[in-house]
């Protein structure tokens, strides 16, 4: 934060793995107020990992956590579109971005 500056800095929040939407967007408004953009992505079981026969979060899940955070970036002015650089710019594993303005 102190070297890049405030919504410059994003990092990756894996949903799916057992955290519960409320401790999810608990973090999330946490480093939301830090000037950090949640990226929140589904876990994705690959064959061949520990984790290969985890189940990934439903579709319904994610849809809640990503209203939930994208309100939270919407009133906080936190926005995927003002990053310079990071997954938050790139956005290809997340949907969050779309619900930043709606
Ligand atoms: S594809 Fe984009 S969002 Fe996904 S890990 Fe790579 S840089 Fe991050």
């Given amino acids: 934060m102190k070297v890049f500056g405030w919504g410059q800095v994003s990092t990756y929040i894996l949903a799916g793995l057992g955290d519960t939407l409320e401790t999810l967007t608990e973090v999330c408004d946490r480093l939301i107020h830090m000037g950090v953009?949640?990226?929140?992505?589904?876990?994705?079981?690959?064959?061949?990992?520990?984790?290969?026969?985890?189940?990934?979060?439903?579709?319904?899940?994610?849809?809640?956590?990503?209203?939930?955070?994208?309100?939270?970036?919407?009133?906080?002015?936190l926005h995927s579109a003002n990053m310079k650089a990071g997954c938050a710019k790139c956005g290809a594993c997340s949907a969050l971005s779309n619900f930043e303005v709606s």
Avoid: C
Wanted: aromatic share 14%; charged share 10%.
């Fill in 37 to 77: 953009y949640p990226f929140v992505v589904p876990f994705v079981p690959i064959s061949g990992t520990p984790l290969a026969y985890h189940p990934a979060p439903s579709s319904e899940f994610m849809q809640s956590i990503y209203e939930r955070v994208g309100a939270m970036l919407k009133q906080s002015g």
